[in-house]
């Protein structure tokens, strides 16, 4: 048996399933090996793809998924997807390929120091050296990766060592309890809550991965307080629930920012200081700051919490629910601020308000349905205005904030749940980025709808260089034909200038799992909203 042969046994012993990503000459054995295996692997156009759709779906369902790349150009390319895993707590296993050792050390064709380059952006890195470190290698990895907070694992395979005969087995799994807090720090955070006049909690992304949106729900029911989210935390709290805030806000005149204002104490909730500055939250009223978590908080020069208690939050949540004592209702009226602003009619103009491209949208998906967004105005317009009702139905990203993610994401979610429907929205720069892996998506009949806000360049880019200079450079693009080129790869390609259009379109294309290109028209005078 070759190492090869040991590392895809490890692979499925830890539930693999698929990997990601594009073959090269110092994986090849790797690659044969996985020949005998019930692995499917999905060749990508672009390694830097193949790290987004492993990653998505780390970040989705809170389990390893798997990149690979080869050495040197293919590792660089591989990066910036692993840099966003990393700060979106998504467990991605990164494998990349190495020289062997007769030529490991530079300058040598294509060979670079890996390790080096991938220690900033994971939370370890492995470098296999001999056949027998390939089952405690692969087992630490995917052990850290689902560790809290979660996060990417890189391993590195040298082509000698990949050769070579290999005896061993896959390592057995070993499963980590949750330490409960004890009654004492229970009591002080009920006393904390109890004694506030208007609490405000802050539900970040830890809620999700701890599986406690049903008793973050509970508790705010019980005890009657309001809830904001954080965009990798939407959905927690449904945005029909009566204690629900919808997400966070990005300008100074949100409804958001006048809850934080006002609020006495705020309860952090699985919350990561990297989704939120705190510069932004901790403001006005002097207030007391509880964190509850899976693992500390981290620092922040802006808030130091009062008091932090670390466990499981299913337990946590549990329990406050069960000695909720009831408190006044303060923040309805934000609430109905909130929702009078995100259900407001728009009228278009010359082209398509973008206000109204996320109703059509929202009112085209399920509340199971998935959208990916990619990294622009866009963004922003869907944090702001499309509902979530179940977490991770909306993407959204505020770690590394790559542009191109959302086509290659999509791709990742509808694999990962295929039943369904999931919808790609990209700006037309964002789109260029990672177009190629229509071919990936078309190779493999994977059916979903991308949605282009075509702005005719990088418009949140330009738009914040003519408030602050007066005049902008480098933010036109000269593009394709999006059309046409949708349907160069197999894909449907159409394009709507009026909201009639786009809701014929969009709800046919979404009805028969299409996949689907649209070229939006939208006004990009209305982006002016999103930073005053």
């Given at each position: 048996?070759?190492?090869?042969?040991?590392?895809?046994?490890?692979?499925?012993?830890?539930?693999?399933?698929?990997?990601?990503?594009?073959?090269?000459?110092?994986?090849?054995?790797?690659?044969?090996?996985?020949?005998?295996?019930?692995?499917?692997?999905?060749?990508?156009?672009?390694?830097?793809?193949?790290?987004?759709?492993?990653?998505?779906?780390?970040?989705?369902?809170?389990?390893?998924?798997?990149?690979?790349?080869?050495?040197?150009?293919?590792?660089?390319?591989?990066?910036?997807?692993?840099?966003?895993?990393?700060?979106?707590?998504?467990?991605?296993?990164?494998i990349t390929g190495q020289a062997g050792a007769e030529r490991c050390f530079p300058p040598q064709k294509q060979v670079i120091d890996v390790q080096a380059m991938m220690r900033p952006v994971v939370k370890e890195s492995f470098s296999v050296r001999s056949?027998?470190?390939?089952?405690?290698?692969?087992?630490?990895?995917?052990?850290?990766?689902?560790?809290?907070?979660?996060?990417?694992?890189?391993?590195?395979?040298?082509?000698?060592?990949?050769?070579?005969?290999?005896?061993?087995?896959?390592?057995?799994?070993?499963?980590?309890?949750?330490?409960?807090?004890?009654?004492?720090?229970m009591a002080q955070i009920v006393e904390m809550i109890a004694e506030s006049s208007r609490p405000l909690i802050i539900a970040g992304q830890g809620v999700i991965r701890a599986g406690a949106s049903r008793e973050l729900r509970d508790l705010c029911s019980?005890?009657?307080?309001?809830?904001?989210?954080?965009?990798?935390?939407?959905?927690?709290?449904?945005?029909?629930?009566?204690?629900?805030?919808?997400?966070?806000?990005?300008?100074?005149?949100?409804?958001?920012?006048?809850?934080?204002?006002?609020?006495?104490?705020?309860?952090?909730?699985?919350?990561?200081?990297?989704?939120?500055?705190?510069?932004?939250?901790?403001?006005?009223?002097?207030?007391?700051?509880?964190?509850?978590?899976?693992?500390?908080?981290?620092?922040?020069?802006?808030?130091?919490?009062?008091?932090?208690?670390?466990?499981?939050?299913?337990?946590?949540?549990?329990?406050?629910?069960?000695?909720?004592?009831?408190?006044?209702?303060?923040?309805?009226?934000?609430?109905?601020?909130?929702?009078?602003?995100?259900?407001?009619?728009?009228?278009?103009?010359?082209?398509?308000?973008?206000?109204?491209?996320?109703?059509?949208?929202?009112?085209?998906?399920?509340?199971?349905?998935?959208?990916?967004?990619?990294?622009?105005?866009?963004?922003?317009?869907?944090?702001?205005?499309?509902?979530?009702?179940?977490?991770?139905?909306?993407?959204?990203?505020?770690?590394?904030?790559?542009?191109?993610?959302?086509?290659?994401?999509?791709?990742?979610?509808?694999?990962?749940?295929?039943?369904?429907?999931?919808?790609?929205?990209?700006?037309?720069?964002?789109?260029?980025?990672?177009?190629?892996?229509?071919?990936?998506?078309?190779?493999?009949?994977?059916?979903?709808?991308?949605?282009?806000?075509?702005?005719?360049?990088?418009?949140?880019?330009?738009?914040?260089?003519?408030?602050?200079?007066?005049?902008?450079?480098?933010?036109?693009?000269?593009?394709?034909?999006?059309?046409?080129?949708?349907?160069?790869?197999?894909?449907?390609?159409?394009?709507?200038?009026?909201?009639?259009?786009?809701?014929?379109?969009?709800?046919?294309?979404?009805?028969?799992?299409?996949?689907?290109?649209?070229?939006?028209?939208?006004?990009?005078?209305?982006?002016?909203?999103?930073?005053?």
């Open positions: 048996m070759r190492s090869s042969d040991l590392v895809v046994k490890c692979l499925e012993a830890e539930g693999v399933e698929r990997i990601f990503g594009i073959p090269g000459e110092e994986n090849i054995d790797l690659m044969d090996s996985l020949n005998d295996s019930n692995i499917e692997f999905i060749l990508t156009r672009h390694e830097q793809s193949a790290a987004f759709m492993a990653g998505i779906q780390a970040r989705m369902t809170f389990k390893p998924r798997v990149c690979l790349s080869t050495l040197g150009p293919g590792a660089t390319n591989l990066v910036t997807g692993v840099a966003d895993a990393y700060l979106s707590n998504a467990p991605l296993i990164a056949p027998s470190q390939v089952p405690m290698a692969v087992r630490r990895a995917f052990d850290i990766a689902k560790k809290e907070r979660p996060g990417p694992v890189h391993i590195e395979l040298p082509e000698d060592v990949m050769k070579a005969e290999a005896v061993g087995r896959p390592m057995e799994k070993s499963e980590t309890e949750h330490v409960r807090p004890d009654k004492r720090s019980r005890w009657n307080i309001p809830v904001i989210h954080t965009w990798f935390g939407a959905g927690s709290v449904p945005y029909d629930d009566k204690n629900s805030l919808n997400t966070i806000g990005v300008r100074a005149s949100d409804n958001a920012r006048q809850a934080y204002e006002k609020a006495d104490l705020i309860v952090l909730i699985g919350f990561d200081m990297i989704e939120f500055q705190a510069k932004y939250w901790n403001i006005g009223e002097k207030k007391e700051i509880l964190y509850l978590g899976e693992s500390p908080m981290g620092f922040s020069e802006h808030v130091l919490p009062d008091v932090q208690v670390i466990g499981g939050l299913k337990h946590i949540l549990k329990v406050l629910a069960e000695l909720a004592k009831l408190k006044d209702p303060w923040a309805e009226e934000i609430r109905r601020r909130s929702m009078c602003i995100m259900e407001a009619d728009v009228h278009d103009a010359k082209y398509i308000k973008p206000q109204n491209v996320v109703k059509i949208l929202r009112a085209k998906m399920g509340k199971q349905d998935i959208v990916v967004s990619d990294v622009g105005a866009h963004l922003i317009w869907l944090a702001k205005y499309y509902p979530v009702y179940k977490e991770n139905t909306l993407i959204l990203d505020n770690g590394l904030i790559p542009m191109g993610v959302a086509v290659p994401g999509a791709i990742g979610a509808k694999m990962e749940f295929p039943e369904k429907k999931v919808a790609a929205v990209c700006g037309d720069g964002g789109f260029m980025m990672t177009m190629a892996e229509l071919a990936t998506a078309k190779e493999r009949k994977i059916g979903f709808t991308t949605l282009i806000f075509n702005d005719g360049g990088y418009g949140l880019i330009r738009l914040k260089m003519e408030a602050a200079y007066g005049r902008s450079i480098a933010c036109t693009l000269n593009n394709p034909d999006f059309v046409g080129l949708a349907r160069s790869f197999g894909a449907e390609g159409h394009r709507v200038t009026t909201s009639d259009e786009l809701d014929s379109v969009l709800s046919d294309c979404l009805e028969r799992g299409a996949l689907a290109v649209i070229d939006v028209q939208v006004d990009y005078s209305e982006n002016q909203r999103l930073i005053t």
